[in-house]
């Protein structure tokens, strides 16, 4: 293997460092929060970011999750302690229930699954199939809030964050 000329190491190490700081902090879905794609049929359809954050983010959301999960618990409306325990369970039951919705297959759908909250996200052709997909996973059992960040087409600004190219 040739050897580099000190000039060659350095500028290799700046081009690194450039294009590690062009590319910003390092995102991670730290919490482990269920994402997933229920369909992939509108071609062009931006794709959600999913639930990733950096590191500083997570150090800031940490307490909020824990008070958030918690007062499920204590207002009676959770049997466990902690409201994000559910996920987990709740994730794949979503999956098939959205996977089942007539005309599913003509968008592309993404839910994301956090503290009992169904998150949808993506292209639907029309607000009748959103509401349906909607309603489908709000019939979920222990599912407390559909939160509906569909959009009709593939052609505007989506109402959530939009994964890096």
């Known amino acids: 293997m040739p050897s580099r000329s000190p000039r060659d190491t350095l500028a290799a190490l700046l081009a690194l460092a450039c294009t590690a700081a062009w590319a910003g902090p390092e995102k991670k879905n730290w919490f482990d929060d269920p994402f997933f794609q229920v369909s992939s049929g ?46 987990k369970v709740i994730a794949p039951q979503v999956q098939a229930a959205l996977a089942a919705v007539p005309g599913v297959g003509r968008a592309s759908v993404w839910a994301v699954v956090q ?48 994964a890096s190219p």
Request: glycine share 6%.
């Open 42 to 87: 509108a071609r062009g359809c931006p794709v959600p970011e999913g639930p990733l954050y950096t590191a500083e983010e997570r150090r800031s959301q940490m307490h909020a999750r824990l008070e958030r999960g918690t007062s499920c618990w204590l207002e009676g409306r959770c049997k466990d302690s902690n409201a994000y325990r559910y996920d």
């Open 115 to 162: 503290r009992r909250w169904v998150y949808l996200q993506g292209c639907v052709p029309s607000r009748v199939l959103a509401r349906r997909l909607e309603q489908a996973a709000r019939a979920v059992p222990e599912v407390e809030l559909v939160v509906d960040d569909l959009m009709v087409g593939t052609r505007d600004k989506p109402p959530y964050p939009v």
